[in-house]
């Protein structure tokens, strides 16, 4: 099982639609959850951030965290061709020693 | 406040040459990552350092690659005797803590590693 699972896509919505993202992850005592943007030939870019249970929101992005389902989620609304990207999901496993990245769901807007 | 910086942005290096890339974290961190990503690939972790401490370094080969994070200077990722499956996207990420909130990490723009 790997440690940090997302589907890899492409996952395509039409503008103005919400974009649901998934990750599911391993390791039962991580602590900390991520999502990254990543844009091709681009350095990822941290765009959110969970540590409790529930729902946090940001702009047009929602993260949700389930931990004891082992499942974080990333909902962008109002969907731009902007957001057209490659999303990478971040779990700090054990709490601490190494940051281990999804492979990345590959979004496309269509506008 | 300058954000991560690595250097050489492109890198070339012919089959056996080493190869040394860059990473000064952001100020105020002391917590640095080392990643590699292949064309149309995730990144794949491959060393967690503190200032002069290897923590986690499951994800290196364990032969010709080395890293490092000085007291003074920037961390060193060393490639020895490079091959082409060495050729990448080399990101470096610093924190300013472990765990919890201070966890985020932000990286820089990479170094492309060819090899020929």
């Known amino acids: 099982q790997k440690e940090v699972e997302q589907n890899s896509g492409p996952l395509s919505v039409p503008e103005g639609a919400i974009a649901s993202l998934n990750c599911t992850y391993s390791?039962?005592?991580?602590?900390?959850f991520f999502w990254y943007r990543q844009y091709s030939g681009k350095s990822p870019e941290l765009i959110m951030s969970i540590y409790s249970n529930g729902d946090k929101e940001d702009g047009r992005f929602t993260a949700q965290l389930n931990k004891a389902s082992q499942y974080v989620s990333l909902l962008i609304r109002d969907s731009q061709p902007s957001d057209s990207a490659t999303y990478l999901c971040?779990?700090?496993?054990?709490?601490?020693?190494?940051?281990?990245f999804g492979a990345g769901t590959i979004l496309r807007v269509k506008s | 406040n300058a954000g991560v910086m690595q250097n050489p942005r492109h890198l070339v290096r012919r089959r056996g040459q080493e190869a040394r890339l860059r990473c000064s974290p952001m100020?105020?961190?002391?917590?640095v990552y080392w990643y590699r990503q292949l064309p149309e690939e995730g990144l794949k972790f491959m060393v967690y350092?503190?200032?002069?401490?290897?923590?986690?370094e499951s994800g290196m080969p364990k032969e010709r690659f080395s890293a490092e994070f000085p007291k003074e200077g920037p961390s060193i990722l060393r490639i020895q005797q490079v091959v082409r499956g060495d050729s990448a996207a080399y990101f470096c990420?610093?924190?300013?803590?472990?765990?919890?909130?201070?966890?985020?990490?932000?990286f820089g723009q990479g170094t492309r590693l060819t090899v020929v």
């Open positions: 350092l503190q200032k002069e401490n290897i923590i986690d």
């Open positions: 990420a610093s924190s300013p803590n472990q765990g919890g909130s201070g966890a985020e990490a932000f």
């Open positions: 100020k105020g961190h002391s917590h």
């Open positions: 390791d039962r005592v991580s602590q900390s």
């Open positions: 971040a779990v700090n496993l054990r709490d601490g020693n190494k940051l281990v």
